[in-house]
């Protein structure tokens, strides 16, 4: 008895909070980060409205597929951003057009219709204070960081500019996880990655993975494309010899009509065919 009424006084109960909720369709918000994004369904303008009427507090978070037109709890991902509302602008066919600022990120652990708009209960996450981490081991992985970004740039030149001297300067590690996940131009299900990483080591590791498969992907793709783009060369030069090859025997004078059915012959002999079958051609 005296276990059982132990184990019950252990147990802290979460203390959960509610905001108007706008699951948003291929995008990612971090904290501390400025984004301006469009709002065209019902409930979503509801949600917005109403944070505005309620103190400017409002949860986003990425939904896990676009083509879902009135997603619920179940079709949101685990963890978004507790945003403030900046500003709003009316466009035409009265939809919203929003600035936010990212303020920290925040487990979902419900979401209710209220008024047609979504609901969400949410909880705080607790992350990782950069004081936890010793100086030399956040120096290394700052540095590491720069290493990994700075092979990534080399591959996407355009992808980053000025990242890593961004970091050359920071000194607070995760918000500089947090801006090379805003800045790199990856796909939204990596920058979900990152968002979920709540101590900065398991950031630092996810980031780090994320920037080595993308390093991996274009040095495949360029590879890839060194190959095709040899093949594309050496038949465009063996047509552009054989055009020559033609004008010069028209020049001479020599008959060119059998030349054409001659390589034709040719390349039906090598081809792996039955002898019905290259009898008909």
Do not use: W
């Not at 209710?112 to 990782?128: F, H, I, P, R, S």
């Amino acid at each position: 008895m005296e276990q059982e009424v132990l184990q019950k006084e252990e147990i802290k109960e979460i203390q959960y909070q509610e905001y108007p909720m706008v699951a948003l369709r291929g995008l990612v918000v971090f904290p501390n980060m400025n984004l301006n994004f469009d709002v065209s369904r019902k409930q979503s303008i509801l949600a917005v409205e109403k944070a505005m009427t309620g103190g400017r507090l409002l949860f986003l978070d990425k939904q896990r597929y676009v083509s879902t037109e009135e997603p619920g709890f179940d079709d949101i991902e685990t963890v978004g951003t507790l945003v403030r509302i900046r500003q709003i602008s009316k466009l035409p066919n009265k939809n919203l057009r929003v600035l936010v600022e990212g303020v920290k990120r925040a487990f979902l652990h419900g979401a209710t219709n209220t008024e047609g708009y979504l609901n969400a209960q949410v909880e705080d996450c607790a992350e990782q204070a950069e004081e936890e981490i010793e100086a030399g081991l956040k120096e290394a992985m700052l540095r590491q960081m720069e290493i990994e970004l700075a092979e990534y740039l080399r591959l996407h030149p355009k992808a980053g500019k000025g990242l890593v001297e961004y970091l050359e300067k920071a000194d607070k590690l995760g918000p500089a996880m947090d801006f090379v996940g805003v800045t790199l131009p990856i796909p939204v299900e990596k920058k979900q990655r990152i968002l979920e990483c709540i101590s900065l080591e398991e950031r630092f590791e996810e980031l780090t993975v994320i920037l080595k498969e993308e390093t991996y992907i274009a040095k495949a793709r360029a590879e890839f494309n060194e190959k095709v783009q040899k093949r594309v060369d050496k038949q465009q030069r063996e047509y552009v010899l054989r055009e020559q090859l033609k004008v010069i025997r028209e020049e001479l004078g020599e008959d060119t009509t059998g030349s054409d059915a001659d390589l034709f012959m040719e390349r039906l002999k090598e081809l792996k065919a039955s002898e019905e079958v290259k009898e008909k051609i």
